[in-house]
């Protein structure tokens, strides 16, 4: 369900709308902090209010999801409630948006360490000399291999992933974002401001359709749209699973062994249990 945008005083649509979440409580600068900044600046009508989904809507189907690297790795390797909560987090943004964006702040600006299975986040720097500077890390214990894998799912969900560098590179993304969303919408004749959407009811048919196939290796909620156009029922689907390869585009014979080899494999109880 969508909800309509109301105009401010001078009867501007607000071209920015912001969960209030995330200017609430802030006790330093984030992309979005500084993001609202350059709002002001230019004079870009915007507001802030509690949204169900996303961190950030934007015209044109935007909906933004900001974490910074931190926030990232406690929800998705913290405990069991984190990660429940994070996959429905992506698997709803996935569902309701046109255009659904993961913007992992501080991204850009890790360190890899495979062989320590670690990760490291810088949480000050400072220049020592015309070349040098002085980084003092924040260490994680994941594998980076576990932290790429991770994201990588994400964006076979049909999110796109953004790295930033630091707040305020993701700033600039988050304006680059609303230039490029504000362009399509003209370009599309469409209004230019976000449409707040209501969180869909998780037991709703067409929901329990899209994450039953969407749970499947390698399908994300937009190919699960794409098989569910093509084959009208989940049922009809799994009957006809092979020939996904044939009907559906942009599912190859790679992600087709993946699928059949779930479904066709023998199930069989964790001994350790």
Same mark, same amino acid.
């Given at each position: 369900?969508? #909800?309509?945008t109301?105009?401010?005083?001078?009867?501007?649509?607000?071209?920015?709308?912001?969960?209030?979440?995330?200017?609430?409580n802030?006790?330093r600068?984030?992309?979005?902090?500084?993001?609202?900044?350059?709002?002001?600046?230019?004079?870009?009508?915007?507001?802030?209010?509690?949204?169900?989904?996303?961190?950030?809507?934007?015209p044109?189907?935007?909906?933004?999801?900001? #974490?910074?690297?931190?926030?990232?790795?406690?929800? =998705?390797?913290?405990?069991s409630?984190?990660?429940?909560?994070?996959?429905?987090?992506?698997?709803?943004?996935?569902?309701?948006?046109?255009?659904?964006?993961?913007?992992?702040?501080?991204?850009?600006?890790?360190?890899?360490?495979?062989?320590?299975?670690?990760?490291?986040?810088?949480?000050?720097?400072?220049?020592?000399?015309?070349?040098?500077?002085?980084?003092?890390?924040?260490?994680?214990?994941?594998?980076?291999?576990?932290?790429?894998?991770?994201?990588?799912?994400?964006?076979?969900?049909?999110?796109?992933?953004?790295?930033?560098?630091?707040?305020?590179?993701?700033?600039?993304?988050?304006?680059? =974002?609303?230039?490029?969303?504000?362009?399509?919408?003209?370009?599309?004749?469409?209004?230019?401001?976000?449409?707040?959407?209501?969180?869909?009811?998780?037991?709703?048919?067409?929901?329990?359709?899209?994450?039953?196939?969407?749970?499947?290796?390698?399908?994300?909620?937009?190919?699960?749209?794409?098989? =569910?156009?093509?084959?009208?029922?989940?049922?009809?689907?799994?009957?006809?699973?092979?020939?996904?390869?044939?009907?559906?585009?942009?599912?190859?014979?790679?992600?087709?062994?993946?699928?059949?080899?779930?479904?066709?494999?023998?199930? #069989?109880?964790?001994?350790?249990?």
């Amino acid at each position: 369900m969508s #909800k309509l945008t109301q105009t401010d005083l001078l009867g501007r649509f607000p071209q920015v709308i912001i969960d209030i979440h995330e200017v609430r409580n802030t006790r330093r600068d984030t992309s979005v902090t500084l993001f609202i900044e350059e709002l002001r600046r230019n004079n870009i009508p915007y507001r802030v209010e509690k949204l169900e989904i996303g961190d950030i809507l934007l015209p044109s189907g935007y909906a933004i999801e900001r #974490k910074t690297v931190q926030d990232f790795c406690r929800s =998705l390797f913290g405990t069991s409630e984190g990660r429940l909560r994070l996959k429905e987090q992506i698997e709803i943004l996935a569902t309701t948006y046109e255009r659904p964006i993961l913007l992992l702040e501080g991204g850009l600006s890790l360190r890899m360490d495979p062989i320590n299975k670690a990760i490291y986040i810088p949480v000050r720097r400072y220049k020592i000399s015309r070349r040098l500077w002085h980084v003092t890390e924040e260490e994680i214990r994941i594998h980076p291999n576990q932290f790429e894998g991770a994201l990588r799912e994400i964006e076979a969900k049909g999110i796109q992933v953004i790295k930033s560098f630091d707040e305020f590179h993701g700033a600039k993304i988050l304006m680059g =974002l609303l230039m490029n969303a504000k362009r399509e919408a003209r370009e599309k004749k469409r209004k230019i401001y976000p449409i707040v959407r209501s969180k869909p009811k998780l037991k709703s048919l067409q929901t329990q359709q899209l994450f039953f196939l969407s749970g499947l290796p390698g399908i994300s909620v937009m190919r699960a749209r794409k098989i =569910l156009r093509i084959y009208k029922t989940p049922y009809n689907a799994i009957t006809k699973v092979k020939r996904w390869d044939v009907d559906v585009e942009g599912i190859g014979q790679k992600t087709l062994d993946q699928v059949i080899k779930v479904l066709f494999s023998e199930y #069989k109880e964790n001994q350790e249990n």
